[in-house]
């Protein structure tokens, strides 16, 4: 059996990537550091028919990875593929960021997929093949004001990506990146006001906001053998948002 991790699986575009592999026939471990908040969609998973194991996870943390990913092989067995969509955002003016706020952005959006391919991938290079699917933002392609510890945690995720699918591709195992535009999630919605939301739409050539469905689906193509071909890319889920600045 196919089996995936999906970090940051409790909500958004982790919850709906976490459900939309099960449909597609992996077994999911939803990590989470609301462990409670994973039990859940992992419980809407089972009800559904599928497998799935939540497990509690700081992805920032080494020994906290290091024991999710021990946890899930012993329930799961071996990951072949990896889902790292944990991630947080703080809006902060340039001149008011602190290393703190600094490294707590980064600490989950950098270093946390880089944590957890390297607690996975040794697993995958065993059986000879598996996929990394890293969610980062258009935002690392065109700035944001005040996000300057996200926006280039997630410019960093482009080169973590494009390194790895380097190394590890020797070994059968893809590495790609998904980067999505203004997507309806408890993430995006915190820094939105109606205008603003208003404001987006207008410059969305296919007039709406995202959904967290519409990057699970994709997720979901380089997760299988559609994309047994593609590595190292990064593909923008943005309703055309990004040819229109």
Known sequence: MNIAVVTGGASGIGAATAIRLARD?????????????????????????GRAYAVGVDVGDVASVE?????????????????????????IPFFDLTAADWQKVVSVCLSGPF??????APGMKERGSGTVVNIGSIASLVSRPDRTAYVSSKAGLLGLTRSNAEDLGRFGIRVNCVAPGFIETPLGSQSRSAADTLAHVERIPLGRIGSPDDVADVVSFFCNDASRYVTGTVLPVDGGRMVVY
């Open 115 to 120: 944590h957890c391919t390297r607690a996975l």
């Open 67 to 91: 024991s999710a990913a021990a946890a899930t092989r012993e329930v799961l067995g071996v990951a072949t593929a990896l889902v790292n969509c944990a991630g947080i955002r703080d809006l």
């Open 25 to 49: 026939g992996f077994a999911v471990a939803v990590w989470d550091r609301t462990v409670d908040a994973a039990a859940r969609v992992a419980a809407d998973i089972e009800t559904s028919g």
